[in-house]
């Protein structure tokens, strides 16, 4: 049947099994959101306040719901406005699939009114980009937009669409969408065998994991693996959740602000095992002195990621999940314990997570927080401090439910993150724990909660500073606090009030469990402005260029 092309892409939509997408309309995809009045039982379409907050609130969802994130953009600043949001689900290995508008294809290249090239733009943040300059070609770009988007790793994927193309008319025959399979076929069976005979061999191992683990969803085979070597396992910043964290191998994250128990151990070890993870700066610091004494083996589903910042011993290239089930089939019991794992609890019981600083008050606050969360709750995250102190101090039992920009660090990101899970798991409990820098970034998204009536909890931990930047400024530039105090008297609760939401306040002396309490209990949308002291550090620490044995802000424990 023919059919204009607006139609053709919500049909494909509907091939892929999309029923969501966020967006904001404009003038180069008028066509497309016509054609979506006609869709809106099919589709629920998520009006957002800015572009910045629909590739966030995409990327949210994909990361809670494990479905491709779908966002629409016009031309132009529309376009443009997608960059950061695409640019952090790049970095994270996020499945999206943003669509935009153009101006039509005899304008193109013109400098024409919102013409931007945003294929060329987004060219270093996306897996892959097209521009669809032939009606005919439009459902099946679509189609392998989001077959790049889901296989191997994770990514996002842009299309552009210029405006004549989606009211051109095209044939358009329905297929049948066959879900996309772990890769496996690169995993080298003399990889496998090298690896088994290290991991028999070591005396020490320890197994660090990314956001790989999440991606694949592996955290039952990752557990068993664990299990069966007897060994302890710490995460990135994007691992957490990959194994719970309330498990007694977990020794915490590892790298900059990891823990000293996780730290240590990756210097001591003789083996490290690394699943799903990309070796970053913020993990490794001193390259020259990482694990520098073990034997390193590298498990990834993309073969670019092997050997790229630290050498491994052995690679293995595939999905995760995959090599983790060949790992553990082939050890067919647990190797002996050697006394490693005691060792490792008598680690985590003399270096506990401390906050040596002011006040204990973010880690009370937050502690206060877990008691209050109901079961299968997402705890969103900002950047910056806070999001240091929810990775600690917050327990993380299931996977995919910490939602957090590790690699980018986009201030901003918490809040459009938060509408998109609470979208994609409708029953469930979201909770953004943000910073005041981060959350003024995009408040303007609480239009976006109030329109649908989210039950979204925010909880801003209000230092009055960009609490990260003001740290370093503290440790390594002589306290001096250019542009970092954040003293204009913002009242969030009024602001809260202002767009109909339920606004609250916890005062630096208040007992801060009460409040979150009344929050939770409320069912819905509350923001919490959450007084916390300017100078309180996210501790521990290691300084930039140090070897991640050398850690601020860590002291024994008096047991």
Not at 89 to 98: E, G, H, Q
Not at 197 to 217: D, K, N, S, T, Y
Not at 366 to 392: C, D, N, R, S
Not at 416 to 438: E, L, W
Request: with cysteine; glycine share 8%; net charge negative.
């Amino acid at each position: 049947m023919k059919l204009r092309g607006a139609e053709i892409i919500l049909e494909c939509l509907l091939e892929q099994g999309v029923d969501t997408v966020f967006g904001f309309p404009g003038g180069a995809v008028l066509p497309l959101y016509d054609a979506l009045y006609s869709y809106r039982d099919r589709i629920n379409h998520i009006l957002t306040s800015h572009e910045q907050g629909a590739s966030h609130a995409a990327d949210g969802y994909s990361r809670s719901t494990g479905k491709v994130g779908v966002v629409f953009a016009t031309s132009g600043p529309g376009a443009t406005n997608l960059v950061t949001g695409i640019a952090t689900a790049y970095m994270d290995s996020v499945p999206i699939v943003a669509i935009t508008g153009n101006v039509t294809i005899p304008l193109l290249g013109k400098d024409s009114f919102q013409e931007v090239d945003i294929t060329g733009i987004t060219m270093p943040v996306t897996k892959h980009n097209f521009i669809v300059k032939d009606v005919n070609n439009l459902a099946k770009t679509i189609r392998l937009a989001f077959q790049i988007a889901q296989e191997g790793r994770p990514g996002p994927v842009l299309i552009d669409v210029p405006k004549d193309i989606t009211v051109e008319y095209a044939e358009y025959e329905r297929q049948t969408i066959e879900p996309v399979k772990p890769k496996s076929e690169r995993i080298s069976e003399q990889a496998l065998n090298a690896a088994l005979e290290l991991i028999h061999g070591a005396q020490r191992p320890v197994c660090f994991v990314g956001g790989g683990v999440v991606r694949a969803r592996a955290s039952e085979e990752l557990s068993e693996f664990i299990e069966k070597i007897d060994a302890p396992v710490c995460a990135s910043m994007m691992g957490i959740g990959a194994v719970p964290t309330t498990s007694k191998r977990y020794t915490g994250m590892v790298g900059m602000h990891g823990t000293k128990v996780s730290n240590m151990i990756v210097s001591m070890c003789d083996l490290l095992i690394v699943v799903g993870s990309r070796f970053s700066d913020r993990v490794v610091s001193k390259a020259s002195a990482f694990a520098r004494g073990a034997n390193i083996i590298h498990i990834d589903v993309d073969p670019a990621e092997i050997d790229k910042n630290i050498t491994a011993t052995i690679g293995i290239v595939g999905d995760v999940r995959v090599v983790l089930n060949e790992l553990n089939r082939r050890i067919d019991k647990q190797i002996p314990s050697n006394g490693w794992m005691d060792q490792v609890y008598s680690y985590k019981e003399r270096f506990p997570i401390r906050i040596e600083s002011e006040s204990q008050r973010s880690k009370e606050v937050l502690k206060a927080l877990q008691k209050v969360l109901p079961e299968g709750a997402f705890v969103v995250t900002e950047v910056g401090q806070h999001q240091i102190w929810a990775a600690q101090f917050l327990k993380h039992t299931q996977c995919g439910h910490f939602l957090t920009s590790g690699g980018l660090g986009t201030m901003g990101y918490g809040t459009g993150s938060a509408i998109g899970a609470q979208v994609g798991n409708p029953t469930a409990r979201v909770v953004n724990v943000a910073g005041d820098g981060s959350f003024r970034m995009n408040c303007n998204e609480l239009a976006t909660i109030a329109r649908y009536s989210l039950p979204v909890v925010i909880l801003i931990m209000n230092n009055q500073t960009l609490g990260m930047v003001r740290q370093w400024q503290t440790l390594f530039f002589d306290s001096h606090y250019s542009e970092t105090t954040l003293d204009t008297p913002i009242d969030w609760v009024m602001l809260a009030n202002a767009y109909g939401l339920k606004g609250m306040r916890i005062t630096k002396d208040q007992d801060p469990l009460p409040i979150l309490k009344e929050a939770f209990a409320l069912n819905e949308a509350v923001v919490i402005d959450c007084e916390i002291p300017t100078d309180d550090k996210a501790y521990p620490m290691v300084a930039p260029g140090a070897s991640i044995e050398e850690m601020l802000g860590v002291r024994e424990s008096s047991k």
